[in-house]
């Protein structure tokens, strides 16, 4: 039990720290080339999957990769909008707040199963 506690906690980090790296390198892509403030929404969406997918194909191993990957997808979501809310200043929760939830544990869940069955085959 610990152990998938610990496995869950280094997919969120991981999960975390890409998405923030991802936003900071976007952000001076907006800088540099003014991109229209409509596509920071959707780009930081696709974002936070690419992170969540990652982490979990990183540190998801054993058994339950389902679970433990949507599991680690809501905390992933949970953290990094917690984190840009207090970068942007700005916390508002609304019913995209669920969706993204929502996604977050789906793209954590179907992380898990790919890294569960990659490290086995492998």
Known sequence: MSKDIFQILKAV???VLISL???LLFTIIIQLFT???EAVKPVNQVFKIISIALGG???IRGERGLIKGVIYGVIAVVITFLLYGLI????QISWM?????LIGAVAGGISGVIAVNIKKSV
């Open 13 to 15: 980090l991981a999960a």
């Open 21 to 23: 790296v991802f936003v």
């Open 35 to 37: 991109l229209p403030i």
């Open 57 to 59: 194909i990183v540190f």
């Open 88 to 91: 942007s200043f700005s916390l």
């Open 97 to 101: 707040f669920l969706l993204e939830i």
